[in-house]
């Protein structure tokens, strides 16, 4: 018996020895990008574009509860392949509609649980999708990145976080600019949040996440030999009131997993975007792709634009016969500025709730929000209100009830800085009471969006970017001019961006200073109008006074007009951190938008996304003097036809911004 057992041993150790792995592979529809999975004792894909190897085997997999792995010693089941080929309707996007097209296959493992991956010509993605029933947790979810070589990242830090331990550095308002590493060089122990780049070299991969309904966000952090790993922050479990104007939670002790689940449910999408030269990386649409469809139905209520706004300008008007600041006349003029102008909105920002209370219903005596609300609606302006996360999640439904009724159309709220499973869960509750009321919202001190603006169309925009609010105290060593030439090709990659542009006061190196009144931008004045072209937002803020505003009437007529929402998108030219040019369609007008960084070039802009026939082309271009005086523009008139090619100057730090109409 003795011997019968162990010539059975031999014989299983034998055939394990000679059990071949699991190999199953898919290819995009044009048959350059290919997806393979490799199921043996653990699962691993990788990426392949033509040649080259976009990512090599990394694992994948996911710990439930304390003794059970999805991904370890996997048991395959079954494997599907199959095609998607659909057009999804995008209002309140960059395009009135995307195209969904890929190649699928489906893994089916013992234990309740699949794996889905996708193939697209310009990505690849992943998910896991749980079968099972009843409650269970999850302790944590392996999700690597491993390339060949010491690749160069663009990544964004969580602030402060050197010499930190990971749950240290999961509270964190997910605005810092980019830092550029070789891999080799990258400490192990910094948490950085997504989307976060890697260059290789004519080809750059963009790894970022969607489909993130109760479940933390993603972050990333070097595990040495040119692999990134996931980290995620562990469910909360005491969290203390605090922060900023006691606005903020803060946790204090948390749980031994990242994720409480009820039954079946799929799970994020981790999404590698594959871009063959960096302009493509401005135009793409992985994270609408893969988000949950529309669950509000109608959205004919959801009115984007331009708002006007206070805090950044530091209510600073001036030649009024009354002292501004929180208080009902600064407000009225603020809504008699937009009205004059075509203006959808006025904001009111932090202050006009009273300090400290965490409470939207105790109104400071100076502001009366009926009366703006009636004010504002007989001249076509409508009124937001700022409020911080701890005040609208602790009387949710009562406070957009209440002032839904008094004419308020939406809601920016700001201060979360956190991306855990109850945060997460805090957004789509906000974005779904809010239109329940008929309101929309827009999430500052937010994490990057993650396709909860398909979900949820009143979700109208999102920070998780630098901003131009650091101007009002940063200096030189902040270099914004650079850091916009590389958000639209990251940070936007994720979706929309409330960087709030729009400064009138404009400097070159030499004369910028940070000012909290008088607050200036880096760059030329055709900077910033460049970005309501180039940076998507369908909530767009006018960030400087009134009174600065009605001495340029060209521009605010320029910024007036735009829209914030688009039929079409064409990127046209650009290369991160260097500059960038975009087109947008809105209806049968186009405009077009260009960023350099500190060095001026000269652009050219083919014109054959035009359809045939004549056109009108009118452009407001850096002048000639504006290397020096940052505020110095010009205005070309031209007429061309889409064979015309047109060659535009950028000053250091400028841009240009142009309108095509059909010639009449």
């Keep these: 018996m003795k011997r019968f057992l162990l010539s059975m041993l031999a014989l299983v150790t034998l055939c394990a020895a000679e059990a071949k792995p699991v190999v199953k592979s898919i290819s995009s529809p044009n048959g350059k990008l290919k997806v393979t999975v490799t199921i043996e004792n653990d699962i691993r894909w990788s990426v392949t574009s033509g040649e080259d190897v976009i990512l090599a085997p990394s694992q994948i997999a996911m710990q439930i509860n304390e003794n059970e792995t999805w991904g370890v010693a996997p048991r395959l089941r079954k494997s599907a392949t199959g095609k998607i080929n659909e057009t999804i309707p995008s209002p309140l996007y960059k395009k009135a509609e995307v195209e969904d097209k890929c190649s699928t296959l489906t893994l089916t493992f013992k234990g309740d649980y699949a794996v889905e991956f996708r193939a697209y010509d310009d990505a690849a993605a992943y998910r896991f999708v749980s079968t099972r029933e009843g409650d269970y947790t999850v302790k944590n979810e392996i999700s690597e990145y491993k390339f060949e070589g010491d690749k160069t990242v663009y990544c964004s830090y969580v602030r402060n976080n050197k010499n930190k331990k990971f749950e240290e550095q999961y509270y964190n308002s997910f605005e810092q600019p980019y830092i550029i590493e070789k891999m080799s060089q990258m400490g192990q122990n910094r948490l950085m949040f997504l989307p976060v780049l890697v260059d290789m070299g004519d080809k750059k991969v963009c790894i970022t996440e969607t489909d993130l309904t109760s479940y933390p966000g993603m972050y990333l952090h070097s595990q040495g030999d040119s692999k990134l790993g996931a980290n995620f922050a562990p469910v909360p479990d005491e969290i203390k009131q605090g922060g900023h104007n006691m606005l903020q939670g803060e946790v204090q002790t948390r749980k031994p997993y990242i994720a409480e689940v009820k039954g079946a449910r799929s799970f994020p999408w981790r999404i590698c975007i594959v871009a063959n030269n960096d302009a493509e990386l401005l135009d793409n649409d992985m994270v609408f792709r893969l988000s949950q469809p529309n669950a509000i139905g109608d959205t004919s209520w959801i009115k984007p634009g331009k708002v006007a706004w206070e805090w950044w300008n530091d209510w600073g008007l001036y030649g009024v016969d009354f002292v501004p600041g929180v208080n009902n006349k600064t407000y009225e003029y603020y809504i008699d500025f937009a009205s004059r102008n075509g203006i959808e909105y006025v904001i009111l920002d932090e202050g006009w709730s009273v ?85 929309f919202v827009d999430f500052h001190g937010a994490y990057k969006p993650c396709g909860l603006s398909r979900k949820y169309p009143n979700v109208v925009n999102y920070e998780g970017v630098n901003g131009l609010e650091q101007m009002k105290w940063s200096g030189l060593e902040l270099d914004q001019v650079t850091y916009d030439v590389q958000i639209p090709f990251i940070r936007m990659v994720a979706g929309p961006m409330d960087y709030t542009q729009g400064a009138m006061r404009n400097a070159q190196k030499s004369s910028y200073r940070a000012s909290n009144s008088e607050p200036m931008s880096q760059g030329t004045r055709c900077r910033q109008l460049a970005m309501y072209v180039i940076f998507e937002a369908p909530f767009n803020m006018l960030c400087d006074s009134p009174s600065n505003y009605e001495k340029e009437k060209e521009c605010t007529e320029f910024i007036a007009e735009i829209p914030t929402v688009w039929d079409e998108t064409v990127a046209l030219d650009g290369k991160i951190g260097e500059f960038a040019v975009m087109a947008r369609r809105a209806g049968e007008n186009w405009y077009v938008g260009g960023l350099t960084n500190w060095s001026a070039r000269e652009v050219e802009i083919n014109l054959d996304f035009l359809p045939e026939g004549t056109y009108d082309v009118e452009s407001i271009q850096d002048g000639v003097n504006a290397n020096k005086i940052a505020s110095d523009y010009r205005i070309v008139k031209q007429t061309a036809d889409n064979k015309k090619v047109l060659k535009v100057k950028m000053a250091r730090g400028g841009g240009f911004a142009m309108k095509i109409t059909p010639a009449k």
Excluded at 369 to 390: F, N
Excluded at 409 to 423: C, E, S, Y
């Design 355 to 439: 300090n400290k209370k965490a409470d939207l219903m105790q109104v400071i005596p100076e502001i009366d929000i009926k009366h703006l609300c009636d004010y504002g609606a007989k001249r076509g302006v409508g009124i937001v209100l700022w409020g911080g996360y701890w005040a609208v999640d602790r009387d949710m439904d009562n406070v957009f009830k209440h002032y839904s009724e008094l004419g308020v159309k939406g809601f920016k709220i700001d201060f979360m800085d956190r991306d855990d499973q109850q945060m997460v869960d805090f957004y789509e509750r906000a974005a779904a009471t809010a239109a329940k009321y008929k309101m």
